[in-house]
């Protein structure tokens, strides 16, 4: 019998509150996002008072999405 190598992934759900506020910045962070290979999925929920980010990844620092749209002049801090 060979060496198998098993892997745990898991896949985590990041929350974050932004001022992403229009479908035209949906598109801007969007661009931003796929440079993020660890990402599954992605949604905002711009009816949400806090317009919520939600992002399905394995491995995803919070720190680095928050630093990214932060450096593209959007607000995002993760919520708990």
Do not use: Y
Not at 21 to 43: D, G, M, Q
Request: charged share 30%; glycine share 4%; with cysteine.
């Amino acid at each position: 019998m060979g060496f198998v190598a098993a892997l745990k992934i898991t896949m985590e759900i990041l929350v974050f509150k932004t001022n992403v506020t229009s479908k035209r910045k949906v598109s801007r962070v969007a661009a931003l996002l796929t440079t993020f290979p660890t990402i599954r999925e992605w949604n905002f929920d711009l009816e949400d008072r806090d317009k919520v980010l939600r992002i399905e990844a394995t491995g995803l620092h919070p720190g680095a999405v928050e630093q990214l749209l932060l450096a593209a002049g959007f607000d995002c801090r993760e919520l708990d």
